[in-house]
């Protein structure tokens, strides 16, 4: 509701055509994506990481504290988000 032209002044000159988010749906026929783990640390970062001239994806789905640590330590490494990772 947000960004809804109607609503939002300068939506159409603002507005990004491309989705932003990265999600790792399998061929499993679920509700929802699966939990992602460090399997998919490289799909993760490929676009944050490797200039394609296209827009990088800025957000992921789905993280989980118990399933995704190890890969969620690996982005902030990456990017230098934590100062308390240990970059191997």
Same mark, same amino acid.
């Given at each position: 509701?947000?960004?809804?032209?109607?609503?939002?002044?300068?939506?159409?000159?603002?507005?990004?055509?491309?989705?932003?988010?990265?999600?790792?749906?399998?061929?499993?026929?679920?509700?929802?994506?699966?939990?992602?783990?460090?399997?998919?640390?490289? %799909?993760?970062?490929?676009? %944050?990481?490797?200039p394609?001239?296209?827009?990088?994806?800025?957000f992921?789905?789905?993280?989980?504290?118990?399933?995704?640590?190890?890969?969620?330590?690996?982005?902030?490494?990456?990017?230098?988000?934590?100062?308390?990772?240990?970059r191997s």
């Open positions: 509701m947000l960004a809804t032209p109607a609503l939002t002044p300068g939506f159409a000159d603002e507005h990004v055509q491309h989705s932003l988010w990265w999600i790792g749906w399998d061929d499993s026929r679920r509700k929802s994506p699966p939990w992602l783990g460090t399997a998919d640390a490289g %799909r993760v970062l490929e676009r %944050r990481t490797i394609d001239g296209g827009l990088p994806h800025l992921a789905r789905k993280f989980s504290t118990e399933r995704s640590t190890e890969l969620l330590d690996l982005i902030d490494g990456a990017f230098a988000l934590r100062q308390d990772v240990v």
